[in-house]
């Protein structure tokens, strides 16, 4: 049921913190939650969706409070492991390693992965329902981050 609701909650707005209206509130009425972030290079576990679940049930309590409320996904480069994968998929498309590529064209195959593969998490966590401010999604290595 949650899944079916999800684009139009998000599109509503309703995961969203308006950090101007916080600002006015005391701090026993704001409640912030940050993903802690799982490696980009994998999918969601049972640990993980208990977890989420957890984390999701806190934030939802505290938004029927009237609290001001941000929960905040992102996802762990997970540099040696997300390294790894590519690697493996190099030598497996190309018959190539990370030294034949170089550094510049290896990083760009690290970035074209993450693009393709990257959002498995993200979508796992929306499957879900986690209510999430997906608005505010961060990566260890966007420019923000980094």
């Known amino acids: 049921v949650e899944a079916a609701w999800q684009d139009w909650w998000e599109?509503?707005?309703?995961?969203?913190?308006?950090p101007e209206a916080a600002k006015g509130r005391p701090d026993d009425e704001k409640f912030v939650m940050v993903i802690p972030p799982p490696n980009?290079?994998?999918s969601l576990h049972l640990g993980h969706a208990l977890t989420a679940a957890?984390?999701?049930t806190l934030t939802r309590w505290h938004r029927m409070k009237g609290h001001a409320?941000?929960?905040?996904?992102g996802t762990d480069h997970a540099g040696i492991a997300t390294q790894s994968v590519?690697?493996?998929?190099?030598?497996?498309?190309?018959?190539?390693?990370?030294?034949?590529?170089?550094?510049?064209?290896f990083v760009e195959k690290v970035w074209e992965w993450k693009k393709e593969y990257g959002n498995r998490i993200t979508t796992q966590l929306r499957?879900?329902?986690?209510?999430?401010?997906w608005s505010r999604e961060r990566f260890t290595m966007?420019?923000?981050?980094?």
């Open 127 to 133: 499957s879900l329902g986690s209510s999430v401010d």
């Open 142 to 146: 966007d420019d923000m981050c980094s």
């Open 69 to 73: 409320t941000l929960y905040v996904p």
């Open 11 to 18: 599109a509503k707005g309703y995961y969203s913190c308006d």
């Open 86 to 105: 590519v690697e493996k998929m190099l030598m497996k498309e190309s018959g190539q390693n990370r030294h034949d590529l170089g550094r510049e064209k």
């Open 40 to 42: 980009v290079t994998g």
């Open 54 to 56: 957890v984390e999701d």
